[in-house]
C-alpha cells in the first residue's frame, strides 16, 4: 500500500540506530523490550522505537530547520536514554556495526513485522543488527521528491565516507571504513531506485512490484535514497550511526544545506547510475580516500576533496546556528578524521575489541567535549 | 608360582579413578536428564552422584569425601571469584531499589528462618547459624542454568548480583556469629572477639593484596585471553591455598577478590574470561560429590522442620525482592521469577557449614542437620525453579526454549 504524498517545508530530521552493550563483557546486550519499556514512561518515549534485533534501539528526532536545535534534542536522547540505561547496567553506544559480536546470537524482537522478515531473509535478518542513520529531508512536492532522490544519489559516497564508522565486524577488521553497507546489499531490494521521470511514474513503479507480490509496503525497498511519502521526506539511509550525537546532527545539516543547494541550483545527472556503484565502494572502502569519478567530466578526485568543494557550494545555504555543524563536516576531513580512523586508532592502542567498544561507550555518552579533541587531534587524545 | 605382583582385593580407590567415575556418569547423566526430561543437566550431575553415592549403590570405599573436599572448595572458589565480578557496585550506586533489595530479602529471609526454627525448638544460636547459611543461594546452580539456557536480560543480570549480595551477607554474619559459638564451647573470651576478626580481616587483606599482584602480572601478561585465565586461575589457587595455611575463610577471600578485580580494575587490565570447557568440568564434578554427599537421613532428623525453614526463607526473599521491585523498574512478572531464581542453595552452604565444623565439631549435628537437608531438597527443587523463571521471563535463547 503506497499512502499520499504528504508535502512538508524544507525541514529535516533523523532516525538512529544505536547500540546496547553488556558492560561485563562488552558485547551486544538483548534488554531492548525492558528498556523501551521504561522508556515509556518518560515526556521522549515516543520518539523511540524497536529494530530487528533486541540488542538494538531506534531514536527518532523530530522535525527541525537547524543544527542547533536538532543537536539540542538528540543531546536530550542521549542523555535519557544513558539515565535509564545506567539503571539497567546497560551501555549505549552508537557505531555502524558492533565490534565482534556473532550474528548468530542475536534475537529478532517480537512483532510481526519483524518476524515476517527474519522468516523472509533467513539468516540475513539477524546479520542485519548493523546500526545506521537515516536522514529525513523535507519536500515540498512528490516530484521534488523524486528529483531530489536522484540529484542526491550523486553526493551519497560522501555521506559513506563522513559517517563511516564500522571497520570491525564479527571479530575482525574488515579492512573496509564502512563495512555495514555491504550487509545491507545482501537485500535483494537494496541498492537505488529506478530511473523515473516523476511521482506518477514511481506510483506505477511501485504498483508493478506490490502487484508481483515482491513489496507490501515502502519499508520493502533497502534502497540508499528513497522517498517516503508518509512523511513527505527523501530518506538517505547510506550513513553509518556516528559516534556522537553531534557528527549525527552535523551530518543530517549538512544533507539539508546540500537538499536545498539542489532544488535550485543544479539537474540530476542521468548517467550517475552508470558509475554509482563504483563511487559507492570506494567510499565504502577507503573512505575519504576513496576515488570519486565525476560522471558528467570523467575527471576524479579523493572523495575528501569533492566534499570540500561541495561545502563551497552549498556556502550560502547555511542557516543560523548551522556554522558549527559545517565547520565539523569540514575540520573532519581536513583532519582526516572520521570515526571509521578514530575506532581503528582506538584498536591498535588497546589491542582489544573489547577495550575499543568500551571507549567507544565513554565517546558517546560524553558527547560535545570530547567530540572537539575528536575533530581536531588523534584519538589518542583519550587515552 | 608367586602371584604378589597381582592387586589386593578389595581394589582400593584413588583421585584419579574418581575423578574418572564421576566425570563419566555426571556427564552422561546430565545429557539423559537434559535430553529426555528437558530438566537441568544439574538435575542429572546430582542424580548421579546420589546413585553412586552412600546413599545409592555405595560404590565401594571410593567415596571418602573428606578427600574430595579438595575438589568442591575448588569448584566453589572459581565459581565465587566468577559471581564476585558480577558484582557491579556502580550499578549498585545507580539503582538503590538493587541493593535495598538485595538488603532486604537478605534480611527479611534471615529473620524469617530464625523464628522458625525458634518455634520449632531449635536452640537459638545453632537457628540463628543455620540462618545465616540459609540466606546464601547457590552461584553454581544460577550460573549453569543460566549457561545452559543462554539466557540475558535484566532477571538475569539482576539474580547474579542479588546471589553475589546473598552469598556476601550470609558469609558476614556467619563470621559475625562466630563469638557466640565461642563461647557455647567456653572458649577464652580473647578467642571469642579475636577469632571473628582475624578470619574477616585476613581474608579481605589477603584479597587486596591478590588482586594487587593480579594486576600487575595482568599487565605484564597482557589481554590475551589464554594468558589471563591462567593468571585469573592461579589467583584463586594463590588466594585457596593461602586461606588453608593462614585459616582464614577462603569463600569470603575468594569471593572479595572477584568483586575487587572487577570495580577496583579501573584501567581495565583484566579481561573476562571464558571458563568454558573447564568450567564444565569442574560444574560436574562440584555437582556430583556434592549429591553424593547429601545425607539424606538428615531430612528423617530434621523432618518437617525443614520444609518449614525452606518456606520462610522462600517467603523472605520473595517479600524482599517484591517490596522494592517497582523501585527497581522491574514488572510483576519480572519480581517473581527474579524470587525463583534465588531459591537455590547448594554446595557453597555446605562449605559454608563445614567450616562451623572445622571449628567445633559438635556443631555439624545440629547446624548441618537442617542446612544439609536443606540442599538435598533444594537441589531437587532449585534448578527447576531457576529454569521455570527463565523461561517464564523469555529471557533464554529462542533454540533453548
Not at chain 2, 580473647?190 to 599487565?219: D, E, K, N
Amino acid at each position: 500500500m503506497m499512502p499520499a504524498f504528504k508535502s512538508s517545508g524544507p525541514t529535516y530530521g533523523i532516525e538512529l540506530e544505536l547500540q546496547l552493550i553488556d558492560p561485563y563483557t562488552l558485547n551486544l546486550a538483548t534488554d531492548a523490550r525492558d528498556l523501551l519499556r521504561r522508556m515509556s514512561r518518560l515526556k521522549l518515549a515516543p520518539g523511540v522505537k524497536p529494530e530487528i534485533t533486541q540488542s538494538m534501539i531506534e531514536i527518532n528526532s523530530s522535525i527541525h530547520d537547524n543544527y542547533a536545535s536538532l543537536a539540542a534534542e538528540l543531546g536530550d536522547f542521549r542523555d535519557a536514554l544513558g539515565d535509564v540505561a545506567q539503571q539497567m547496567n546497560l551501555l549505549i553506544a552508537g557505531g555502524g556495526a558492533h565490534a565482534f559480536h556473532l550474528w548468530r546470537d542475536r534475537r529478532i524482537f517480537p512483532g510481526e513485522r519483524f518476524e515476517h522478515i527474519s522468516t523472509r531473509y533467513g539468516y540475513l535478518a539477524k546479520l542485519f543488527t548493523v546500526f545506521g542513520q537515516h536522514i529525513h529531508l523535507g519536500c515540498t512536492s512528490a516530484d521534488q521528491a523524486i528529483y531530489l532522490t536522484q540529484a542526491l544519489t550523486r553526493y551519497l559516497p560522501q555521506f559513506i565516507a563522513l559517517s563511516a564508522s564500522s571497520p570491525f565486524h564479527q571479530g575482525s577488521d574488515t579492512s573496509f571504513d564502512s563495512s555495514r553497507l555491504n550487509v545491507v546489499s545482501a537485500f535483494p531490494l537494496s541498492g537505488v531506485m529506478p530511473p523515473v521521470r516523476d511521482w506518477r511514474e514511481f506510483e506505477d513503479y511501485f504498483h508493478k512490484m506490490a502487484g508481483f507480490g515482491i513489496v507490501r509496503s515502502m519499508k520493502d525497498f533497502y534502497w540508499d535514497v528513497r522517498p517516503k511519502p508518509e512523511y513527505g521526506t527523501v530518506e538517505i539511509r547510506v550513513c553509518d550511526t556516528p559516534l556522537t550525537v553531534e557528527r549525527a546532527a552535523a551530518l543530517a545539516t549538512y544533507a539539508r544545506a546540500l537538499a536545498d543547494f539542489l532544488v535550485v541550483s543544479e539537474e540530476p545527472d542521468p548517467d550517475i547510475y552508470a558509475i554509482y556503484s563504483h563511487n559507492r565502494f570506494q567510499a565504502c572502502r577507503y573512505g575519504y580516500d576513496g576515488v570519486f569519478i565525476d560522471s558528467r567530466s570523467g575527471a576524479k578526485r579523493t572523495i575528501g576533496e569533492d566534499i570540500l568543494d561541495t561545502l563551497r557550494k552549498i556556502r550560502s545555504h547555511a542557516r543560523a546556528g548551522d556554522d558549527p555543524a559545517l565547520r565539523l563536516i569540514r575540520s573532519s576531513v581536513e583532519t582526516a578524521g572520521n570515526d571509521a580512523r578514530w575506532l581503528r586508532a582506538a584498536y591498535s592502542r588497546t589491542q582489544s575489541l573489547e577495550d575499543t567498544v568500551r571507549l567507544q561507550c565513554d565517546l558517546w555518552m560524553a558527547g560535545s567535549d570530547l567530540e572537539k579533541r575528536h575533530t581536531v587531534s588523534a584519538p589518542s587524545a583519550f587515552f | 608360582m608367586s602371584l604378589n605382583f597381582l592387586p589386593e582385593l578389595p581394589l582400593s580407590g584413588n583421585l584419579f579413578f574418581l575423578s574418572s567415575v564421576l566425570l563419566l556418569a555426571g556427564s552422561v547423566g546430565g545429557a539423559l536428564v537434559h535430553r529426555f526430561l528437558s530438566l537441568p543437566s544439574i538435575t542429572g550431575f546430582i542424580a548421579a552422584g546420589v546413585l553412586l553415592g552412600p546413599a545409592g549403590l555405595n560404590a565401594g570405599e571410593l567415596w571418602v569425601l573428606d578427600d574430595v573436599r579438595a575438589l568442591i572448595n575448588l569448584s566453589i572458589s572459581l565459581i565465587l571469584f566468577e559471581l564476585g565480578r558480577r558484582l557491579d557496585l556502580g550499578w549498585l550506586r545507580h539503582d538503590r531499589g538493587l541493593l535495598l533489595m538485595g538488603t532486604w530479602e537478605s534480611a527479611i529471609s534471615f529473620l524469617l528462618m530464625f523464628g522458625t526454627l525458634i518455634h520449632v525448638g531449635v536452640e537459638p544460636l545453632y537457628g540463628a547459624l543455620a540462618s545465616a547459611v540459609g540466606i546464601s543461594t547457590s552461584p553454581a546452580v544460577v550460573l549453569l542454568v543460566v549457561r545452559e539456557l543462554k539466557s540475558e536480560g535484566q532477571v538475569t543480570r539482576r539474580a547474579l548480583s542479588l546471589v553475589a549480595i546473598d552469598n556476601i551477607f550470609a558469609l558476614v554474619l556467619l563470621t559475625t556469629f562466630l563469638p557466640f559459638l565461642h563461647f557455647e564451647f567456653k572458649a577464652p573470651w580473647i578467642t571469642a572477639l579475636l577469632h571473628p576478626l582475624y578470619v574477616l580481616s585476613g581474608s579481605i587483606a589477603l584479597a587486596f593484596a591478590t588482586h594487587a599482584g593480579l594486576i600487575l602480572f595482568a599487565r605484564i601478561g597482557g589481554k590475551d585471553k589464554v594468558v589471563q585465565l591462567v593468571l585469573q586461575l592461579g589467583a584463586v589457587l594463590f588466594v585457596l591455598g593461602l586461606s588453608y595455611m593462614l585459616h582464614l575463610s577462603f569463600l569470603i577471600a575468594v569471593l572479595v577478590l572477584g568483586v575487587l578485580s572487577k570495580n577496583l580494575d579501573r584501567r581495565h587490565d583484566l579481561v573476562d574470561v571464558e571458563w568454558g570447557y573447564l568450567g564444565q568440568t569442574l560444574f560436574i564434578v562440584l555437582f556430583f560429590l556434592t549429591g553424593a554427599s547429601l545425607q539424606w537421613q538428615d531430612f528423617q532428623l530434621a523432618g518437617w522442620a525443614v520444609l518449614a525453614f525452606l518456606a520462610a526463607r522462600f517467603v523472605g526473599k520473595s517479600l524482599g525482592v517484591v517490596a522494592f521491585a517497582k523501585k527497581s523498574g522491574l514488572s510483576i512478572t519480572q519480581a517473581i521469577a527474579l524470587a525463583l531464581m534465588l531459591v537455590p542453595m547448594g554446595g557453597l552452604a555446605v562449605g559454608m557449614s563445614y567450616g562451623l565444623t572445622d571449628i567445633y565439631p559438635a556443631i555439624g549435628r545440629h547446624v548441618i542437620a537442617i542446612t544439609a537437608a536443606a540442599v538435598a531438597v533444594l537441589y531437587v527443587v532449585g534448578p527447576v525453579a531457576v529454569q521455570i523463571a527463565l523461561k517464564w521471563t523469555g529471557e533464554t535463547h529462542p533454540e533453548r526454549r
